[in-house]
């Protein structure tokens, strides 16, 4: 990927798309430098890493009456954890993606008179902040039991992880429209044997959750994400993030 300018940033945070109601999104990470100099240490400094943590930091236009709009979602957030996924150019399967888990930590809005109200908000780490792919374009709506396009993410190593975040953003039909969706893996991209990795709760509502394997080796490297839907005339849109660390 080379230098480009940031016009097509996606924004996601539990159910909600904040895509089009934001301007500005900055993800920072950070490792604790401790001092460990000592006699020995020939006049030079020695340091060792510490505790990590990483920060999303957003803001834009301010809009509500919506569960998926920013000010709904970030009142009924506030001070919870959750998953946020950000892609610096677009969503479409296959495309970088950063995400984790992150507490909601804080919420501005409003502004002087006559400026277009704004939003402010940062959210900050519980788990990793993960580099990994959208597996799952918000734009696709689903009716029926299927699966996604399949991904050659690569193998997880020994004491590495799997993580994975859904997010979803529309429920549409009668008689409790559910979709419960699940992270797969083989060797092959035709998914001829199939695992099951991950499974999500069932989701009934608009929201997010992410996930994450124990640390064991997975030796296949091709994953896709699968769903089973249910009820009458059912319609999903959700987006999906997937990666390693």
Do not use: C
């Not at 394997?213 to 993030?241: L, Y």
């Amino acid at each position: 990927m080379g230098k480009f300018v940031l016009t097509d940033v996606r924004l996601f945070t539990g159910g909600a798309d904040l895509t089009g109601h934001s301007n500005k999104v900055e993800i920072s990470s950070e490792v604790e430098d401790k001092d460990t100099t000592n006699y020995a240490s020939q006049g030079w400094k020695e340091i060792l890493g510490g505790l990590a943590s990483a920060e999303i930091a957003g803001g834009g236009q301010w809009e509500a009456g919506d569960p998926g709009l920013v000010d709904d979602h970030s009142w009924a957030t506030l001070g919870g954890v959750g998953p946020w996924s950000i892609g610096p150019r677009g969503a479409a399967v296959g495309s970088l993606a950063y995400f984790t888990k992150a507490l909601r930590a804080d919420y501005k809005l409003g502004d002087a008179v006559g400026e277009v109200a704004p939003w402010e908000g940062t959210a900050k780490s519980s788990w990793p902040l993960v580099r990994g792919q959208f597996i799952h374009p918000p734009g696709t709506a689903r009716s029926t039991t299927g699966t996604g396009t399949s991904v050659n993410l690569g193998a997880v190593p020994a004491g590495k992880r799997l993580y994975a975040a859904l997010h979803v953003l529309s429920v549409a039909g009668t008689s409790t429209p559910t979709i419960t969706a699940r992270i797969q893996s083989d060797d092959n991209p035709g998914f001829s044997s199939a695992t099951t990795r991950l499974t999500y709760a069932a989701a009934t509502a608009v929201g997010g959750e992410i996930l994450r394997t124990d640390g064991t080796a997975i030796t296949d490297d091709w994953w896709q994400v699968a769903w089973v839907i249910t009820g009458t005339t059912p319609s999903f849109m959700f987006a999906s993030t997937l990666g390693i660390w």
